[in-house]
């Protein structure tokens, strides 16, 4: 803060001075005469031209050297995306030509404009027309731009591409709101379900799902964006509200989030969160302590995570559209997406406004199937009596009838099929009521 302050101050005084040389420029000249005046004003011009010249390019230069291990596309900064290369490299290529004209241009305005200074007796040359000129500098530039726009052209093709038939990939989706983005993955069945915007409500239905589309109920919507190394993954991009940007500055993947108008990108992460942690391990900028106030905090590389941004401005809370995103292997890719709750299951399922409520799922009976068969395995294994019970929590029977609901059936199917697996177990069935009365 200090240190700002102190920039200010030093720009408003060289200000000051500047306006004061000016001020007793015009006094003197009065006293000598216009004209002397007038030439010594533009040999100090002339001479300030080529001490900016030097310093600016040397401050440029010495700048880009010194920040470059900090800087995308340089020193540990690669891509961590397999398309990513390509566009690092149409950037350079690209930063090459600009650069030399950037340097040459700079060079020929300060140093013109110092070598044609005012002069006393001066007369400006008369030149009109040059044809060898013009032909020059129309040419070189065309066909330098022919080649970058050509090779631009090539990359782009190759990045925004999207899947093949039948190719091996992975889909997810990621939607932007005011201010957070939502992500959702397809769960197990590997399939992202409908949705319809007629839907949407913010606490129960936030993308608005079609609940009576099955591919719906095991999709799931984790905080952060974890995705298996090596995996192609086809990212579906929507927005709820106003212009969305999804950004994965390392892997270089950015796509406008436009409400009403899916966008997609489609990208293969190279490397996992540990060995872009690795790599920055070598650079001593990323020694540093993470926290500046606190020198004994782990250093730099060590608390290196990828992050998703959202690079449109979208309004003022706009910074806070992040999220971490991990790489991680295949197998612990597996272990997290199976650790994952189902939306639908955990915070829609059994609620009033719960469309299929009344409904026993295929999803719950496979679920409850399994739940039956541990249940049995215990109850086999278990020593004690008392422990070798297995409750059927889902036989019901309708309303004023001793005739069993249409929905216990599956329960009993389960009870069945563990009966034919063990032909010689025998069995007593209780009724719930009574078991409860015993146990008081
Ligand atoms: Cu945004």
Redesign the pocket.
Known sequence: MSTGLIIIACLALIVIVIIQIGKVTELAAKIRGEETVQFESNKRSANFMLLFLVGFLILTIWSAWHYKNWMLGYGPHESASAHGGALDSAFNITLFFTGIVFVLTHIALFWFAYKYKGIKGGVADFMPHDTKLEVIWTAIPAVVMCFLVIRGLVAWNEVMADIADGEEHMEIEAT?Q??LWHLRYPGPDGKLGARNFKLLKSGENPLGQDWTDDKNLDDFMPADLVLPVGKKVRVRITALD????FDLPHFRVKMD?VPGMPTYFVFTPTKTTEEYRQQLSKYPEYQQPSDPKDPKSPPLWKTFEYELA?A?L??KG?FS?KKIVRIVSEEEYEKWAKEQQSFYLSSVRGKDFDPRKDEVLDIEVRQRKQDFDTAVDKALSATKPEEKVIRLNYVYYKTGSAELDDKSKYELDNLTAVLNKYPKMTIELEDKRLWRDKAR
Do not use: I
Not at 242 to 245: E, Q, S
């Open positions: 932007g005011q201010f106003v212009l969305h940007n989030a959202c449109e979208c309004g706009h559209m």
